[in-house]
């Protein structure tokens, strides 16, 4: 049976270098933010490229028709399907049963860096696009069913990638593949049609680079600040549970 990974992400947390980190390996295929088209679409966000998005996946508007697809045929018959979701377009009414049938992974990373970068795209961003209200929701609901998802922070990845990345791989039960630590330079043809806006850092990597060595970004504004200061007690929720790598 092909395993399905869904690795429930926030934004601008190293989401689509992980992507192409398992898209290398030669048993594995990818799936870019399965439920982004349809959440554009009913939030009415004005994220940059949301036309080109909304036209080039229309598709993937339903989020019935993409819960279905998560548990169908897995393309080109490949032994593991890795799914990036991005946790806020898992919207409340989406059908999240399918959550029974995928192993899940939570990537997080330090808030303080996920808000500047994101801010720089899209300076509306309130907490809720951060995506970590939806992730806490969502694990303490798989930690209630009885299982424990592991949760990786990108900082780590970046600082120890073939340790953290070998302790994702026994946490989910598959074989960890030298093949995740580098990867071709350039975009893939599994890339969302939002690459354009995202993912210019990303398409010039070819690994996991080391993390920054300065200190986080600091807010002066009232209305960041108080974000970041709820945003970092939702992640600290997470991190408790991190494989940290050595």
Same mark, same amino acid.
């Given at each position: 049976?092909?395993?399905?990974? $869904?690795?429930?992400?926030?934004?601008?947390?190293?989401?689509?270098?992980?992507?192409?980190?398992?898209?290398?390996?030669?048993?594995?295929?990818?799936? %870019?933010?399965?439920?982004?088209? +349809? !959440? #554009?679409?009913?939030?009415?966000? @004005?994220?940059?490229?949301?036309?080109?998005? #909304?036209? $080039?996946?229309?598709?993937?508007?339903?989020?019935?028709?993409?819960?279905?697809?998560?548990?169908?045929?897995?393309?080109?018959?490949?032994?593991?399907?890795?799914?990036?979701?991005?946790?806020?377009? #898992?919207?409340?009414?989406?059908?999240?049963?399918?959550?029974?049938?995928?192993? &899940?992974?939570?990537?997080?990373? *330090?808030?303080?860096?996920?808000? $500047?970068?994101? !801010?720089?795209?899209?300076?509306?961003?309130?907490?809720? %696009?951060?995506?970590?209200?939806?992730?806490?929701?969502?694990? =303490?609901?798989?930690?209630?069913?009885?299982?424990?998802?592991?949760?990786?922070?990108?900082? %780590?990845?970046?600082?120890?990638?073939?340790?953290?990345?070998?302790? @994702? &791989?026994?946490? #989910? *039960?598959?074989?960890?593949?030298?093949?995740?630590? +580098? !990867?071709?330079?350039? $975009?893939?043809?599994? %890339?969302?049609a939002w690459a354009p806006w995202?993912?210019?850092?990303?398409? =010039?990597?070819? &690994?996991?680079?080391?993390?920054?060595?300065?200190?986080?970004?600091?807010? =002066?504004?009232?209305?960041?600040?108080d974000i970041l200061a709820d945003?970092?007690? @939702?992640?600290?929720?997470?991190?408790q549970h991190r494989i940290e790598?050595?």
């Amino acid at each position: 049976m092909p395993v399905r990974i $869904a690795m429930i992400s926030g934004p601008r947390t190293v989401s689509t270098a992980m992507l192409r980190s398992w898209g290398n390996r030669a048993d594995t295929a990818v799936w %870019d933010e399965p439920f982004y088209a +349809q !959440w #554009l679409a009913k939030t009415g966000k @004005l994220h940059p490229g949301r036309d080109a998005v #909304l036209a $080039a996946h229309a598709d993937e508007l339903d989020a019935d028709v993409v819960s279905s697809r998560i548990i169908g045929p897995v393309p080109d018959g490949q032994a593991i399907w890795y799914q990036k979701h991005i946790a806020q377009h #898992l919207l409340d009414d989406v059908d999240l049963s399918w959550l029974g049938q995928v192993r &899940c992974a939570f990537l997080i990373r *330090d808030p303080a860096r996920m808000l $500047a970068s994101l !801010w720089k795209r899209f300076p509306e961003a309130t907490l809720m %696009d951060t995506g970590l209200p939806k992730q806490v929701a969502l694990f =303490e609901s798989i930690v209630a069913s009885g299982d424990r998802p592991p949760v990786v922070d990108s900082d %780590d990845i970046r600082r120890s990638p073939e340790a953290v990345l070998r302790g @994702l &791989c026994i946490a #989910l *039960d598959v074989p960890f593949d030298p093949a995740m630590l +580098q !990867w071709p330079s350039g $975009a893939r043809p599994t %890339d969302g049609a939002w690459a354009p806006w995202w993912y210019d850092v990303v398409n =010039e990597s070819t &690994c996991f680079a080391p993390p920054p060595i300065d200190a986080p970004p600091d807010f =002066e504004g009232p209305r960041q600040r108080d974000i970041l200061a709820d945003a970092r007690a @939702l992640y600290d929720q997470l991190a408790q549970h991190r494989i940290e790598g050595h």
